[in-house]
T-cell receptor, first 114, second 111 residues
Framework: DAGVTQSPTHLIKTRGQQVTLRCSPKSGHDTVSWYQQALGQGPQFIFQYYEEEERQRGNFPDRFSGHQFPNYSSELNVNALLLGDSALYLC?????????????FGEGSWLTVV | RKEVEQDPGPFNVPEGATVAFNCTYSNSASQSFFWYRQDCRKEPKLLMSVYSSGNEDGRFTAQLNRASQYISLLIRDSKLSDSATYLCVVSRGSGNTPLVFGKGTRLSVIA
């Protein structure tokens, strides 16, 4: 049973560029959340997708957008990258309405903006 | 003020020591409480949920005081393998409600 998988694991981008990160949820999970973890900080909630729609959003600018596909996988897009966007981006999945409420995290995508 | 505040680290303790982490949260609407463990350059992993009645899992004991909005984690008989960052986490609901993380407290257990 595959857990949450994310790609790429590491990438380097230049200020002003755009980046797309990908996530496949744990088998059977239909809800995907994205978190940003800057160095020395705890993860911060970006947004959550369920039934291909953004359902909840944290305090992040519109430069951060996402998408969920019919197979429940998800993408996080960040436009006009800033140096401060350098962070570990974590994807987490859960089954909405499921009997358990354990959230599973992927290993993350390390983004460095130079 | 951050929604979840934790002891600043790092904590450096010898093997076998008992170490306690403290955490406070500001949102009284918080409903679910957790401790996560995060190893260096890895994803956070659930260590244990925290209940008002307190709960224990082997060497780990978690306590919640809703009146004081305070959460604690006690690790007894520390092992080298306990070295990690411990994240205090709250949520306003259960299931798919977003998690709010503290900054984390780094623990180093020394031989």
């Amino acid at each position: 049973d595959a857990g949450v998988t994310q790609s790429p694991t590491h990438l380097i981008k230049t200020r002003g560029q755009q980046v797309t990160l990908r996530c496949s949820p744990k088998s059977g999970h239909d809800t995907v959340s994205w978190y940003q973890q800057a160095l020395g900080q705890g993860p911060q909630f970006i947004f959550q997708y369920y039934e291909e729609e953004e359902r909840q959003r944290g305090n992040f600018p519109d430069r951060f957008s996402g998408h969920q596909f019919p197979n429940y996988s998800s993408e996080l897009n960040v436009n006009a990258l800033l140096l401060g966007d350098s962070a570990l981006y974590l994807c987490a999945s859960i089954l909405t309405g499921g009997s358990g409420n354990t959230i599973y995290f992927g290993e993350g995508s390390w983004l460095t903006v130079v | 003020r951050k929604e979840v505040e934790q002891d600043p680290g790092p904590f450096n303790v010898p093997e076998g020591a008992t170490v306690a982490f403290n955490c406070t949260y500001s949102n009284s609407a918080s409903q679910s409480f957790f401790w996560y463990r995060q190893d260096c350059r890895k994803e956070p992993k659930l260590l244990m949920s925290v209940y008002s009645s307190g709960n224990e899992d082997g060497r780990f004991t978690a306590q919640l005081n809703r009146a004081s909005q305070y959460i604690s984690l006690l690790i007894r008989d520390s092992k080298l393998s306990d070295s990690a960052t411990y994240l205090c986490v709250v949520s306003r609901g259960s299931g798919n409600t977003p998690l709010v993380f503290g900054k984390g407290t780094r623990l180093s257990v020394i031989a």
